[in-house]
């Protein structure tokens, strides 16, 4: 078994690596977006497009600052015993940095399916491309994780891996 400092610097790693993944996918939509009103077809776009995109930016915004955090927040605190406060905030950014991201990819989806389609296959496809990110990124991982209820896993909550318990040797938050 790791001791907590070991297993705080694990998860640092870990949530980094899960960050790049995340962040390139940010920052791919985010320039797809930049791009949008300087193109011809900007000026056909309708009232509700035109205020899905802006919404949509902005979410992708707040993903990239969300998905970003971790590292400025890592220089603020770089070398001052608080790895575990660290951990917990990444964690809590990465979260919210991903809802960000699958609220961004979907207003994307709806607001490309709406210029391109009717208004029944742009309800269709954009509520089954919401469902499956529900599906991947929601439920599944909730079905499957070792915490649940019914004497699966260790018991420790979810908060365990993330740092959210480790900060101290009696177990208490941090």
Not at 8 to 28: D, K, M, T, Y
Not at 53 to 78: C, D, E, N
Request: cysteine-free; proline content about 3%.
């Amino acid at each position: 078994m790791d001791v907590p400092a070991e297993r705080l610097n694990r998860n640092w790693n870990e949530l980094l690596q899960e960050i790049r993944v995340a962040q390139a996918g940010v920052q791919i939509l985010f320039a797809f977006l930049l791009t949008l009103p300087f193109t011809q077809r900007w000026t056909q776009v309708t009232d509700f497009q035109r205020a899905l995109y802006l919404i949509t930016l902005l979410t992708v915004a707040a993903a990239s600052a969300l998905l970003i955090g971790p590292v400025a927040y890592h220089r603020m605190v770089f070398r001052r015993g608080a790895r575990a406060q660290l951990v917990t905030a990444a964690n809590t950014m990465a979260l919210a940095g991903l809802v960000m991201l699958g609220v961004g990819i979907n207003g994307a989806v709806l607001l490309i399916v709406d210029v391109v389609m009717g208004v029944l296959a742009t309800a269709l496809i954009s509520s089954a491309s919401v469902a499956f990110f529900v599906v991947l990124w929601w439920v599944l991982p909730r079905l499957t994780r070792p915490d649940r209820r019914d004497g699966g896993g260790s018991g420790r909550g979810p908060d365990h891996e993330m740092g959210g318990v480790a900060g101290s040797a009696d177990g208490e938050r941090v």
